[in-house]
Every structure is written in structure tokens, then in C-alpha cells.
């Protein structure tokens, strides 16, 4: 196979998987309640995952030179302000994001 063969044969199989993965659930538990166990671990696994994310963050700050970790520091406060006044996770992440980003590279 040529490489354009080769190219549009993995983009085809990422595509069939992907798609298949994400309906899957909608095909097993259509019509039926959740199993308690997957219930759990949708009310479990976000905060986690959202705590591994500011873990992740905050691992390599050097809070003892400059910039004192304050690029994390800011962002982190200002996600929790937004998720506190908003409750709107996307725009909490986007904007914490962003402003990590900027920060980053102006401090």
C-alpha cells in the first residue's frame, strides 16, 4: 500500500472505532437504568479527573523564584471563582485556560 492508502486506511479505522466506542453505551442501556456501579462512577470519576488536572498543574511550580507560581496560583483561583458564580464547567475551563496560557507567557 502507498502511503496515501496507508493514511486514509488508519483515519477510516480511527474514525469506525471512535464512533463505535462513543455508541456503544446508548446501544447497551437504551430503554434500561444504569447499573448502580456506572451511576457511582459518573458522579466520582469528574471530580477526580478535575483533581488530577490541578495535581498535574501545580506539580512542577516553583513557588521560590520567580514567577512564584503565580500564573498557576491566579488561574487555579480564578477557575474556582467562575465555577462558583457560573456553574458552567466548559467556560470555567476555557477561561482558566486561557488565562493560564496569557500568564505564562507575559509573566
Do not use: H
Request: proline share 6%; with cysteine.
Amino acid at each position: 500500500m502507498n502511503d496515501t492508502a496507508t493514511i486514509l486506511v488508519s483515519i477510516l479505522t480511527i474514525a469506525a472505532v471512535t464512533t463505535t466506542l462513543r455508541a456503544l453505551p446508548f446501544l447497551l442501556f437504551s430503554g434500561k437504568s444504569l447499573p448502580w456501579w456506572l451511576s457511582y462512577l459518573g458522579k466520582v470519576l469528574p471530580p477526580a479527573i478535575m483533581t488530577t488536572l490541578v495535581i498535574y498543574l501545580l506539580r512542577n511550580s516553583n513557588f521560590t523564584s520567580y514567577p512564584f507560581g503565580l500564573p498557576e496560583i491566579i488561574s487555579s483561583l480564578l477557575v474556582v471563582l467562575l465555577q462558583w458564580t457560573r456553574r458552567n464547567m466548559y467556560l470555567s475551563i476555557i477561561v482558566g485556560t486561557l488565562c493560564y496560557m496569557l500568564l505564562i507567557r507575559i509573566m
